[in-house]
């Protein structure tokens, strides 16, 4: 079976463009092409103008500080006797030292973990410093952008000293390794914009002056609150032991007369040389001497009045912890730069040292030991956390914004050719028909 091919016709309503055409159509139009992309480039650089934002960028410097910078200019009490935990009072406790670990900066620099701690308190700090008015109307645009967790993550980026290559190994890496530093912070780069390269290296000081005072005020705040608890803690717990002794004691002292009258109506019951140790609270003491006995009653008399005198200094230098936590929680609503903060507290401390009695050690210790924790506190956040260098500010790029303004101008004006010689060709064609 044969066929006869004959010649295909486009239909009539169909039409297309070829290379040539398409040559000629950019010929015809260039000056219009010319001034789209004129154009677009003028308005790129009107938005350059009046929405460019220059970028500050500070460094802050985390800094390991060694065990021995948090001592200087502060006594060198920490951790005698009262190690901070909720333990209870034992004969073996000589003094109520200030509850120094709870908030304890280490001693080597910020690791992740406590710098996503830090990133979780200062958004809300922030907010409360706004919101009370406690900034001023420069710091205020500032300080509302640092009141969102999303600023945070986006412009305050840590620098570690393991690279992303090693980041894969962080999960496995030996305590050993961590302690050594494998998972520190070495920098904290924050960025900032503004207009004008003042406005922006401004914003990056109010950045950096927070993250450093911020922290500061709110670790003084944990220490406050650490202090407060210990006081009730330790007074509920006092005053039940003392009055326990105070029972204990009694009992004893009765039991020394009986054993006194007991020696007048037997005096021939002399000591004998027993070199035999015997507990004299068996059941068998009872029958040694009793001047010996005498001798071991006065001897727990004497162990319990010590005792009881022991808990009496730390009830009373929990009560002078509590005149110092009335005095700082005043102050801290009055100041919430963490560094200021710190100096008014000092000098509470310098009133209640000099309203004590200078032979009285027990005030003393603990008024040294408050010091002590202030100190560390404003030392490595003051010399942990450091900036060196001034920020460095970059100027807006040009080239994207002319690039896109380029392309877009361009690209509009030809999409208008397009649609316009479109829509005449078909009007020529339905005027045709």
């Keep these: 079976m044969s066929s006869t091919l004959g010649p295909t016709h ?14 000629n159509f950019l010929m015809e139009h260039w000056q219009r092409l010319l001034m789209g992309a004129l154009a677009g480039i003028t308005v790129a650089l009107a938005s350059w103008f009046g929405l460019g934002q220059y970028t500050a960028e500070s460094v802050l410097i985390n800094n390991p500080i060694p065990k021995d910078e948090f001592m200087r200019g502060s006594v060198d009490s920490q951790n005698k006797t009262f190690d901070g935990s909720n333990r209870s009072f034992d004969g073996s406790n000589k003094s109520f030292d200030a509850p120094s670990k709870a908030f304890d900066p280490p001693n080597k620099a910020i690791d992740l973990v406590g710098w996503r701690a830090m990133t979780r308190s200062l958004p809300g700090l922030a907010t409360q410093l706004v919101t009370e008015g406690h900034v001023s109307a420069e710091q205020e645009s500032q300080m509302q952008s ?68 911020g922290s500061a005020y709110l670790s003084v705040k944990e220490t406050i609150s650490g202090y407060e608890s210990k006081v009730l803690t330790v007074n509920s717990n006092l005053q039940k032991k003392i009055t326990d002794t105070e029972i204990e004691l009694k009992f004893l002292r009765q039991r020394a007369e009986a054993l006194e009258v007991l020696r007048q109506r037997f005096p021939g019951n002399t000591p004998v040389a027993n070199l035999q140790v015997v507990d004299l609270k068996d059941t068998n003491a009872k029958f040694m001497p009793i001047s010996t006995q005498i001798v071991a009653a006065q001897s727990d008399i004497n162990a319990t009045l010590e005792l009881l005198q022991r808990m009496r200094d730390q009830l009373a230098q929990s009560e002078l912890m509590r005149s110092f936590v009335q005095k700082a929680q005043q102050r801290s609503n009055q100041h919430h730069n963490g560094f200021v903060l710190i100096d008014a507290l000092l000098k509470i401390t310098a009133e209640l040292r000099s309203t004590a009695k200078a032979d009285d050690m027990n005030a003393q210790l603990v008024l040294s030991n408050m010091e002590a924790d202030l100190v560390k506190i404003r030392t490595f956040y003051s010399k942990g956390l450091e900036v060196r260098l001034a920020p460095t500010v970059k100027a807006p790029s040009l080239a994207m914004p002319l690039a896109l303004g380029l392309m877009a101008g361009t690209l509009l004006m030809l999409v208008f050719l397009l649609l316009r010689t479109g829509l005449a060709h078909l009007r020529a064609k339905k005027a045709n028909a």
């Design 146 to 213: 640092m009141s969102k967790t999303e600023w945070w993550v986006k412009n305050v980026k840590p620098s570690f000293s393991l690279s992303k290559a090693d980041a894969k190994e962080l999960a496995v890496l030996s305590k050993q390794m961590q302690e050594t530093g494998g998972a520190d912070i070495l920098n904290l780069v924050i960025q900032t914009t503004g207009k004008t390269q003042l406005e922006a290296a401004a914003r990056g000081q109010i950045a950096t002056d927070f993250i450093r005072q």
């Design 10 to 23: 486009q239909p009539e309503d169909e039409w297309s463009i070829d290379l040539l055409d398409i040559v």
